[in-house]
């Protein structure tokens, strides 16, 4: 089974007086649809969009495995762990929040920030926080998330070329630019795709495009 959820319908958020654009693709925050509070484990699958100087202020988060893709800009992250890094695009930003930790995300640069932020719930509570940054991870390249039982799969296609999409109980796909087909269905930037017990089946770009994929467990 797929389904599509276009980017023209992700819940709008943020404070736009503070140069914070939000749109959620899950119930999140002040947004609350029972009906899409999650996909496997993903509980979030939020574009954020920074204006120079706008950011975060420290806020706390648990139990969640945070995965960061910056998609224009550049982000400020840090932590109460002693972490302070930029994540630029391309790069692959993971915190897992275990028991508990505190940090800040900022754009410190001069231009606007995009950036997707996806949220997995652990598949066991409580451990020591953690963070990863792999930079300028390569296409096809899998990031392994065991915390979550999921995998990410960055793929960056060429107008016409094809890939299969993975052969899991769950597939979480999310276009970050570009536009490509599957099976009948076509996809543009922050369209995403949930399927379920799919086999066999492809995204094949229309154009030069970019799209994350989430192996996922029932």
Sequence with gaps: MISVHRAGDRFRGGDGAAGIESRHSFSFGSFYDPDNLRFGPILACNEERLAPGAGFEEHPHSHTEIVTWVVEGELTHRDSAGHATVVRPGDVQHLSAASGVRHVERNDGETPLTFLQMWLAPLEPGGDPSYTTVPGIADSTP????????????????????????????VYVHVVRGTVALGDERLTPGDAARITGGTGLELVAAEAAEALMWELPD
């Design 143 to 170: 990031y392994a998330l065991p915390e979550a039982g999921a995998m990410l799969q960055v793929r960056r296609l060429a107008e016409g070329e094809r890939t299969a999409v993975p052969d899991a109980p769950k």
